[in-house]
């Protein structure tokens, strides 16, 4: 699977609280492991979902696999899957690894895939949906066998290392072509997170473009951040255009404050699931 490249300039997402994110710049190669490292609360969330076009950005502009932001939102989603993302692509905590397995499997047969595959033999899908799977789990690195009560083990039966790996497994059913995981390295230990950043760097490896958001960025990827201290280099140099700008007229003013009030209504979109 190819994956995608991932640029984006000035890029920045406000909503009714303010800015989520703002002045992303970023240039990233097909294929590339991308780290959006900052602290929570920071917009990190926010940033993956707007480069999988599941947020609308109100600022600046990406361009993912093609497909520019904030305008081809539909486009990117169809060849991007997010993993691990509270809210959006939560685990059931009741239901076993083997359900929630069948069930990604059957929604990406009846809604990801053609209409072709639809119509062919019963058997025919079956086989398929279990090679989908089997591959998946394959390289999201997840072994069925060593979990305590193989498939039918229950999620909240899953180690924090397990999980991630079972949600990254259940996005890559879909085969996409940009991964993106948020938390990466959240309640991980020192080995645990090695063994995170290992698994995304098989993926990137086959070609599929990864980004994950992440507290700390390993020294090998792209790393963008989203740190306030960049945000507040980026006010700060308006606030210093604005200094300059003391003979602005009114009318100016009052065209600024409308755009501004614009955006603020038209900031977020629903997330959508993976």
């Known amino acids: 699977m190819d994956g995608v490249d991932v640029t984006a300039?000035?890029?920045?997402l406000?909503?009714?609280r303010g800015w989520a994110f703002r002045g992303i710049d970023l240039a990233a190669e097909p294929g590339a492991l991308i780290a959006v490292e900052g602290p929570s609360g920071s917009g990190r969330t926010s940033?993956?979902?707007a480069l999988t076009g599941r947020m609308k950005a109100t600022e600046g502009?990406?361009?993912v696999g093609g497909a520019r932001l904030p305008k081809q939102l539909a486009a990117v989603r169809r060849f991007s899957a997010p993993a691990n993302v509270a809210g959006v692509t939560d685990l059931d905590p009741a239901l076993t690894v083997g359900e929630h397995l069948r069930e990604?499997?059957?929604l990406q047969r009846r809604f990801?895939?053609?209409v072709r595959a639809l119509v062919r033999p019963r058997a025919e899908r079956a086989a398929e949906s279990g090679l989908r799977i089997d591959t998946a789990l394959a390289a999201a690195g997840l072994d069925r066998e060593a979990l305590p009560k193989g498939a039918r083990t229950a999620v909240r039966d899953l180690e924090r290392l397990e999980a991630l790996r079972l949600?990254?497994?259940?996005a890559l059913i879909g085969r996409p072509r940009l991964l993106a995981v948020d938390d990466l390295d959240l309640k991980l230990s020192d080995a645990e997170r090695a063994e995170a950043w290992a698994l995304l760097r098989s993926l990137t490896a086959t070609g599929t473009t990864v980004l994950a958001v992440c507290s700390e960025a390993p020294e090998d990827a792209v790393t963008v951040s989203?740190?306030?201290e960049a945000a507040e280099a980026t006010e700060a140099a308006e606030a210093t255009d604005a200094t300059d700008a003391t003979d602005a007229t009114d009318a100016t003013d009052a065209t600024d404050d409308e755009q501004n009030r614009k955006e603020t209504g038209d900031a977020l979109t629903e997330t959508g699931r993976a």
Do not use: E, V, W
């Open 61 to 63: 502009s990406a361009i």
């Open 226 to 228: 989203t740190r306030p």
């Open 112 to 114: 990801g895939d053609s």
């Open 14 to 16: 406000k909503g009714p």
């Open 9 to 12: 300039q000035g890029f920045g």
């Open 47 to 49: 940033l993956l979902l």
């Open 104 to 106: 990604r499997a059957l």
């Open 167 to 170: 949600s990254i497994a259940l």
